[in-house]
């Protein structure tokens, strides 16, 4: 006759219910420390330049990219003026022809043709400030070639008494209001640049159709802001400095030199100083929110039963095993 298994006596119990506890501790403790080391590298070179390191004023100009990306900077912003001068902010029309500019224009140079988004690239230390100067000279180049061939093209006509697209005189009454249309326009357009930056090598269509959507949703939010909440009317904003010296923003009649100069610097401050900061704004909101966000969505979506959601599962399946 077989002799009956002792029974695990309390001591022995106790000891492995002692053993799972510290084992658990170990583990989120593990956790804790994990969570606060990606709490730590996600602050972690921010700061840091992510262009070439050494590029200057005296290298940059070795080798023939940089004329080809001043060149496409120049055609981009050339064609972006005469679209907008001869059709203005029209978003039926609009789109189509953008995603056109930026699809074939980004290989080139990556297709800023706005001197907000160079800023905010310049801010964010994605590229040297020499290339960003060389870019926004070449965008307002652009922009000025472009404002010539359109205006040749109307005086050759014959039909001179069409005039250009140009912009609504700023006045103190009206300044705040199309200082901060033009701020969070140029929030929103850097913040989609900056998150289609991943597209540019990958798809360039898609980097094309979503800056052209963000430029589209910007449009519809200015135009319903200004003429259903303010009851202005006519070309009130841009979005793009460079496109809007071309669209006869400053001022040619005063009652004095005085009164000249302070149009003209509302003028200036509206729609080139308020922009630049925006975009550079919007650059740094989408920096944080994308360290913030780690890998995000961008990373194998699997579900843990264990954890239940997405982040911890990721820890879960290192530190435990479980399967997705």
């Known amino acids: 006759m ?17 053993k799972s506890e510290s084992s658990r501790e170990a583990v989120a403790t593990s956790n804790n420390k994990m969570t606060h080391g990606q709490d730590q590298s996600a602050c972690k070179g921010f700061f840091a330049r992510k262009c070439d390191k050494g590029e200057n004023v005296l290298t940059i100009f070795k080798t023939p990219k940089i004329w080809g990306a ?30 056109c500019i930026y699809a074939v224009i980004v290989g080139l140079s990556g297709a800023h043709l706005n001197p907000l988004v160079t800023a905010g690239m310049m801010a964010t230390r994605r590229m040297s400030a020499i290339r960003g100067v060389l870019y926004m000279l070449a965008q307002v180049l652009g922009a000025w070639i472009g404002l010539i061939i359109a205006n040749a093209f109307r005086l050759g006509s014959g039909t001179s008494s069409v005039e250009l697209m140009s912009m609504v005189e700023v006045t103190g009454e009206t300044f705040w209001v199309t200082a901060l249309i033009e701020l969070l326009g140029a929030m929103v357009l850097a913040f989609c640049f900056a998150r289609a930056l991943r597209f540019v090598r990958r798809s ?3 980097f094309a159709f979503t800056i052209s959507s963000s430029l ?3 449009l519809i939010f200015g135009l319903i802001i200004m003429q259903n909440y303010f009851g202005l009317s006519g070309n009130t904003f841009i979005f793009n400095p460079a496109v809007a010296l071309m669209y006869q923003i400053l001022p040619t009649t005063a009652d004095g030199i005085g009164e000249l100069a302070s149009l003209a610097g509302l003028a200036l401050a ?4 308020v922009p630049i900061i925006g975009g550079i704004i919007g650059f740094f909101v989408a920096d944080v929110t994308t360290r913030l966000a780690g890998s995000g969505y961008d990373c ?13 599962c990721m820890d879960c399946h290192k530190n435990h095993g479980h399967e997705a």
Do not use: R, W
Request: aromatic share 4%; net charge negative; charged share 20%.
């Open 2 to 18: 077989a002799n009956p298994k002792p029974k695990k006596t309390d001591k022995t119990a106790k000891k492995s219910t002692e």
């Open 216 to 218: 589209l949703l910007v």
């Open 204 to 206: 360039p269509l898609a």
């Open 300 to 312: 194998d979506d699997f579900h843990c039963d264990h954890c239940g959601i997405h982040q911890e």
């Open 270 to 273: 509206a729609y080139v100083l």
């Open 70 to 99: 001043l060149l496409g900077e120049l055609i981009g912003t050339m064609l972006l003026a005469m679209l907008l001068l001869t059709m203005g902010l029209n978003p039926q029309y609009l789109v189509l022809a953008v995603v």
